[in-house]
């Protein structure tokens, strides 16, 4: 199946600052990705679709202004948390198409202080 | 709104026997269904496709789809330990060449040795 990376694994930051995490998938071209936050026990909840080329499309409740995607090429995207507070922390995870199915990547875990 | 369901569990089955997990979706347009596992802390993983009504067995798996009831099924035969885990239905709810999931908010499995 197709691989999708996502970097950092984990990250603490301290309330107030901007978190950037990365998605690639590695041996294929997305267009589209997604991105999915998870809490504790609860299922994933998709807060957005990266397009490359074009702006994002977020959905009901996800603050665009707080949540920055960029699409900057065919394998990568990024989501920026910015001005960050301790109800962002939460489990993110984006995933990406490929042979007509999702490729999950393996997660970023956020922690505010 | 379009919804997907699952019994949250856990399911508890004893190592060697069928564990059946259950899901129901409420487009009735559907037609892209798949079956992830999710250990805790990790990304899901993609365990199963299945697109027309009927069975589909890959290994130990074996998934189900009735489109008429809007039901779609996970047999997982001669269950292990290492099969413990929240099993995640997703239906595709858009339309042809998107990959917009809807998640079941997931069954927590638990084989017992």
């Known amino acids: 199946g197709a691989v999708v990376s996502q970097h950092p694994s984990r990250v603490i930051c301290k309330s107030g600052t901007s978190v950037k995490i990365e998605c690639r998938s590695l041996?294929?071209?997305?267009?589209?990705m997604f991105w999915y936050r998870q809490f504790p026990k609860k299922s994933l909840m998709l807060m957005a679709t990266s397009n490359e080329g074009s702006k994002a499309t977020y959905e009901q409740g996800v603050e665009k202004d707080k949540f920055l995607i960029n699409h900057a090429s065919l394998t990568l995207s990024t989501l920026t948390v910015t001005s960050a507070h301790p109800e962002d922390s939460s489990f993110y995870i984006c995933s990406a198409p490929a042979e007509e199915t999702q490729y999950f990547g393996p997660g970023t875990r956020l922690l505010v202080l | 709104q379009k919804e997907v369901e699952q019994n949250s569990g856990p399911l508890s089955v004893p190592e060697g026997a069928i564990a059946s997990l259950n899901c129901t979706y409420s487009?009735?347009?559907?037609?892209?269904f798949f079956w992830y596992r999710q250990y805790s802390g990790k990304s899901p993983e993609l365990i199963m496709s299945i697109y027309s009504n009927g069975d589909k067995e890959d290994g130990r798996f074996t998934a189900q789809l009735n489109k008429a009831s809007q039901y779609v099924s996970l047999l997982i035969r001669d269950s292990q330990p290492s099969d413990s885990a929240t099993y995640l239905c997703a239906v595709n709810m858009g339309y042809s060449g998107t990959y917009k999931y809807i998640f079941g908010t997931g069954t927590r499995l638990k084989v017992l040795a």
């Open positions: 487009d009735r347009g559907s037609q892209s």
């Open positions: 041996d294929f071209q997305a267009t589209t």
